[in-house]
């Protein structure tokens, strides 16, 4: 039963440049969440997902981010015009439905895209 | 908003010692709290959640206790090995029906032979 895959693994742009980053949930979960964890910080919220619904993207920059959990295909998450503080990793995980207790379910996370800004 | 402090000074021990970890949070009280194993360059690992009404939780070598008076979550490892070693996250859900974590910085543990 293969885990939460994100790809690619590293990823390389020039400021300006758009970065894509992919998220294939575990089997049967249907709620995504992004992360983005900053050298020597913290795993910081940014946007959780349901299929084909933002349901919280209160920790998403309002401008330059957007993602998305179409109804077949990945999760992705798109940076448009990148600029050198965007460099980081971003993780994806994925859980269970757990209906309105949410908090009770652990999330299963991949092993992140490190994003480098040249 | 809510504020997550856990030692950031790694804590190194000796194999077999019980590792203690150490999770403070101000502000509200959590619905959930849970642990996460982080090694270098991959994804956390989920370990153990405990909700705001127990006091304590165990898995095998691991145990979470929750003291909501204090603020605080302490994370123990017994007959600690190096294989233990990694960072340490501790995160918390602000209420039930809420899904999204709120992560501490973690620590890292370091069990030497």
């Known amino acids: 039963n293969a885990g939460v895959m994100q790809n690619p693994r590293h990823l390389v742009r020039r400021r300006g440049q758009e970065a894509r980053l992919r998220c294939s949930p575990m089997?049967?979960?249907?709620?995504v969440y992004w992360y983005r964890q900053l050298p020597e910080e913290g795993l910081k919220f940014m946007v959780y997902?349901?299929?084909?619904?933002?349901?919280?993207e209160s920790g998403m920059p309002k401008e330059r981010f957007s993602a998305e959990f179409p109804k077949e295909g990945p999760s992705i998450l798109r940076i448009q015009q990148v600029v050198r503080g965007d460099s980081a990793a971003y993780f994806c995980?994925?859980?269970?439905?757990?209906?309105?207790?949410?908090?009770?379910?652990?999330?299963?996370f991949g092993d992140g895209t490190r994003l480098s800004i040249l | 908003s809510q504020k997550i402090e856990q030692n950031s000074e790694a804590l190194n021990i000796q194999e077999g010692k019980t590792a203690t970890l150490t999770c403070n949070y101000t502000?509200?009280?959590?619905?959930?709290l849970q642990w996460y194993r982080q090694d270098p360059g991959r994804g956390p690992v989920f370990l153990l959640l405990?909700?705001?009404?127990?006091k304590e939780k165990r898995k095998e070598r691991l145990k979470v206790t929750f003291d909501t008076t204090l603020k605080q979550s302490l994370f123990h490892i017994t007959a600690s090995q190096p294989a233990d070693s990694a960072t340490y996250l501790c995160?918390?859900?602000?209420?039930?029906?809420?899904?999204?974590?709120?992560f501490g910085k973690g620590t890292m543990l370091l069990v030497s032979p």
């Open positions: 502000n509200y009280s959590p619905a959930y």
């Open positions: 997902l349901q299929k084909e619904n933002i349901i919280d």
């Open positions: 995980a994925s859980s269970p439905p757990g209906g309105a207790a949410g908090g009770n379910q652990p999330q299963h």
């Open positions: 405990i909700r705001e009404n127990e």
């Open positions: 995160a918390l859900v602000k209420n039930s029906g809420y899904s999204t974590l709120t």
């Open positions: 089997k049967g979960h249907s709620h």
